[in-house]
């Protein structure tokens, strides 16, 4: 059973993955994207490792996909511009896919990534919890590690920020806490009106 | 009566009834709560409301689902078929998806999961893509406006409800919602966590009334703007879906507002002594507190509705990132603070 969901996952997964850089709408790749976290997070799950596999759903399905798409949505890609240098650029492309390839085979084959290196995953039993597992050592061990992360994420938004924030000092903002500040006073005058006697008959 | 039994005892047939029992209820509560919407708005405003179909209107909804239900699906020109009909399914989906592991009492509920708040904050943020491909799969203008508003304004609040939720998973230590309540127990009214919460309390429910596009927040339908958003070329059983999950998560974040701020099935009086004595009904932990603590939020929707005037875009905006997610960080230092000095009687 559990074989099977693992591989049924898995063929999702990539046969997902593989239409993410196939389909030609941008759109219905960032859909596909979305998918491939899907299934990675079902086989994360199958590794008794919910609590990654949840924040892969909230993160990246729920928060990153969802401004990728309000990116993607708002381009207007002409399909048949992006073909037209496929050839010109094909010897290229295939050149990088190879030396890609080989550095990725170099890295995860055989003696640092293949199965016999690693014990099979121990089961747990229904009380264990992964979030206490991973918060004992995130904030001992790797307490440092993981506050240079946060710093580095930090420095990129306030970067990001800086970079596409354009000052423009004519445009007319709304100020909210003058607005919130106002009084009655500020706003609504009381005039006293004196009655006067009219000057011509109602008529003539 | 044996054959009954033992089929009850086969673990899928088990869990189907468990569904249907949560689901029944919850589509009944959905369709009187669109007739109570209308009542209470027209009361609001000084009008009755439905009151034709049956005694006092109370067939109204059954009427509309019909109706609904024998309208054609109009599938406008160019738009994408499949994903047309794939996003009030995600929606709903979603929608019904996230309250397996909502309980009802201590030991109702139908899945106890140890990330079971995690698991409801990862359903709702996926519900936003039911939303994104209506609008982008009707090949529509105002469809198309609707989604881009939505993405953004669910993003920003996402952000202030789960801060907002980090403060509670702090003081109770524990992401199960069973663990939640009973850590606030003990003490009547005042072990709930919306005292020493407050902001985040308020925040929360804020952030859930714009998570489900509700007025003031919703510029995602904003019928005077962009006719009626992203829905505005879906019609009959399609519209009635997304109408559906729409109220399904109104009730969901109402409730776990009760379940997370207000003690979910425990007794405001539990401490006090006089009713307490003899397990009365008034002092003792029962669904029906749940219950009446979900209906008050569930109301606060719809006077929020005949009440606030629609947010402007900018404000939404400035209002979740501005206000919201500067109080929640603060207040989450704040919990900090009252964990290590062990305020009574919620940190001990």
Same mark, same amino acid.
């Given at each position: 059973?559990?074989?099977?969901?693992?591989?049924?996952?898995?063929?999702?997964?990539?046969?997902?993955?593989?239409?993410?850089?196939?389909?030609?709408?941008?759109?219905?790749?960032?859909?596909?994207?979305?998918?491939?976290?899907?299934?990675?997070?079902?086989?994360?799950?199958?590794? !008794?490792?919910?609590?990654?596999?949840?924040?892969?759903?909230?993160?990246?399905?729920?928060?990153?996909?969802?401004?990728?798409?309000?990116?993607?949505?708002?381009? #207007?890609?002409?399909?048949?511009?992006?073909?037209?240098?496929?050839?010109?650029?094909?010897?290229?492309?295939?050149?990088?896919?190879?030396?890609?390839?080989?550095?990725?085979?170099?890295?995860?084959?055989?003696?640092?990534?293949?199965? !016999?290196?690693?014990?099979?995953?121990?089961?747990?039993?229904? #009380?264990?919890?992964?979030?206490?597992?991973?918060?004992?050592?995130?904030?001992?061990?790797?307490?440092?590690?993981? !506050?240079?992360?946060?710093?580095?994420?930090?420095?990129?938004?306030?970067?990001?920020?800086?970079?596409?924030?354009?000052?423009?000092?004519?445009?007319?903002?709304?100020?909210?806490? #003058?607005?919130?500040?106002?009084?009655?006073? #500020?706003?609504?005058?009381?005039?006293?009106?004196?009655?006067?006697?009219?000057?011509? !008959?109602?008529?003539? | 009566?044996?054959?009954?039994?033992?089929?009850?005892?086969?673990?899928?047939?088990?869990?189907?009834?468990?569904?249907?029992?949560?689901?029944?209820?919850?589509?009944?509560?959905?369709?009187?709560?669109? &007739? %109570?919407?209308?009542?209470?708005?027209? &009361?609001?405003?000084?009008?009755?409301?439905?009151?034709?179909?049956?005694?006092?209107?109370?067939?109204?909804?059954?009427?509309?689902?019909?109706?609904?239900?024998?309208?054609?699906?109009?599938?406008?020109?160019?738009?994408?078929? /499949?994903?047309?009909?794939?996003?009030?399914?995600?929606?709903?989906?979603?929608?019904?998806?996230?309250?397996?592991?909502?309980?009802?009492?201590?030991?109702?509920?139908?899945?106890?999961?140890?990330?079971?708040?995690?698991?409801?904050?990862?359903?709702?943020?996926?519900? /936003?893509?039911?939303?994104?491909?209506?609008?982008?799969?009707? +090949?529509?203008? &105002?469809?198309?406006?609707?989604?881009?508003?939505?993405?953004?304004?669910?993003?920003?609040?996402? %952000?202030?409800?789960?801060?907002?939720?980090?403060?509670?998973?702090?003081? @109770?230590? @524990?992401? +199960?919602?069973?663990?939640?309540?009973?850590?606030?127990?003990?003490?009547?009214?005042?072990?709930?966590?919306?005292?020493?919460?407050?902001?985040?309390?308020?925040?929360?429910?804020?952030?859930? *009334?714009?998570?489900? +596009?509700?007025?003031?927040?919703?510029?995602?339908?904003?019928?005077?703007? %962009?006719?009626?958003?992203?829905?505005?070329?879906?019609?009959?059983?399609?519209?009635?879906?997304?109408?559906?999950?729409?109220?399904?998560?109104?009730?969901?974040?109402?409730?776990?507002?009760?379940?997370?701020?207000?003690?979910?099935?425990?007794?405001?009086?539990?401490?006090?002594?006089?009713?307490?004595?003899?397990? @009365?009904?008034?002092?003792?932990?029962?669904? *029906?507190?749940?219950?009446?603590?979900?209906?008050?939020?569930?109301?606060?929707?719809?006077?929020?509705?005949?009440?606030?005037?629609?947010?402007?875009?900018?404000? %939404?905006?400035?209002?979740?990132?501005?206000?919201?997610?500067?109080?929640?960080?603060?207040?989450?230092? *704040?919990?900090?603070?009252?964990?290590?000095?062990?305020?009574?009687?919620?940190?001990?």
């Amino acid at each position: 059973m559990e074989t099977f969901v693992f591989y049924l996952f898995s063929a999702f997964m990539v046969m997902s993955a593989l239409m993410v850089i196939t389909v030609h709408n941008p759109v219905r790749a960032a859909f596909f994207l979305v998918l491939t976290f899907f299934s990675s997070a079902a086989v994360w799950l199958l590794l !008794e490792a919910e609590f990654l596999a949840v924040i892969l759903i909230i993160v990246y399905v729920g928060a990153v996909m969802v401004l990728f798409l309000f990116v993607v949505m708002m381009l #207007d890609i002409n399909i048949a511009e992006l073909k037209r240098g496929f050839v010109k650029n094909l010897p290229l492309a295939v050149i990088v896919a190879i030396a890609m390839f080989t550095m990725i085979y170099f890295v995860v084959s055989g003696e640092h990534f293949s199965v !016999e290196h690693f014990a099979p995953p121990a089961r747990h039993t229904a #009380d264990y919890s992964n979030i206490s597992e991973l918060g004992q050592v995130l904030y001992t061990e790797y307490v440092f590690a993981f !506050e240079i992360a946060a710093v580095i994420l930090l420095v990129g938004i306030v970067a990001a920020i800086s970079l596409t924030l354009r000052r423009r000092p004519n445009t007319r903002h709304q100020k909210i806490e #003058d607005q919130v500040a106002v009084k009655s006073e #500020d706003r609504l005058r009381v005039v006293k009106v004196e009655p006067r006697q009219r000057k011509y !008959e109602v008529g003539k | 009566m044996d054959l009954i039994l033992s089929i009850y005892e086969i673990p899928v047939i088990n869990i189907l009834l468990k569904i249907i029992v949560i689901l029944v209820p919850l589509l009944l509560t959905v369709a009187y709560f669109t &007739y %109570i919407e209308r009542k209470v708005i027209g &009361y609001m405003q000084a009008r009755i409301g439905p009151n034709r179909v049956g005694p006092r209107g109370w067939l109204q909804p059954i009427a509309d689902a019909m109706k609904l239900m024998f309208k054609e699906i109009i599938f406008p020109t160019n738009a994408n078929k /499949v994903l047309f009909i794939v996003a009030p399914t995600i929606a709903i989906s979603t929608a019904l998806a996230a309250w397996a592991v909502v309980p009802f009492g201590a030991e109702l509920v139908l899945a106890d999961l140890n990330i079971a708040l995690l698991y409801i904050l990862a359903m709702t943020s996926i519900g /936003v893509y039911g939303v994104i491909l209506a609008g982008w799969s009707s +090949n529509s203008k &105002y469809a198309m406006m609707s989604t881009l508003r939505t993405a953004a304004q669910v993003v920003s609040y996402e %952000i202030a409800m789960g801060f907002a939720l980090v403060g509670v998973v702090m003081a @109770s230590r @524990s992401l +199960n919602i069973g663990e939640i309540v009973a850590g606030q127990g003990g003490t009547g009214i005042w072990g709930w966590y919306m005292w020493p919460l407050l902001p985040l309390f308020v925040i929360y429910f804020v952030s859930g *009334v714009a998570e489900t +596009n509700r007025a003031p927040f919703d510029v995602a339908e904003g019928e005077s703007e %962009i006719v009626a958003g992203f829905h505005v070329e879906y019609s009959g059983i399609l519209f009635a879906i997304f109408f559906l999950a729409e109220y399904a998560n109104m009730i969901l974040i109402s409730i776990m507002a009760a379940l997370l701020f207000m003690g979910g099935w425990l007794s405001p009086f539990e401490s006090v002594e006089f009713l307490s004595l003899g397990s @009365s009904f008034l002092a003792g932990s029962s669904i *029906v507190w749940l219950l009446a603590k979900t209906a008050i939020f569930m109301f606060l929707f719809l006077w929020f509705r005949a009440t606030f005037p629609r947010y402007r875009y900018d404000q %939404i905006m400035r209002l979740g990132w501005k206000v919201f997610i500067p109080i929640t960080i603060v207040w989450i230092y *704040v919990v900090g603070i009252m964990y290590y000095a062990k305020v009574a009687p919620w940190f001990v």
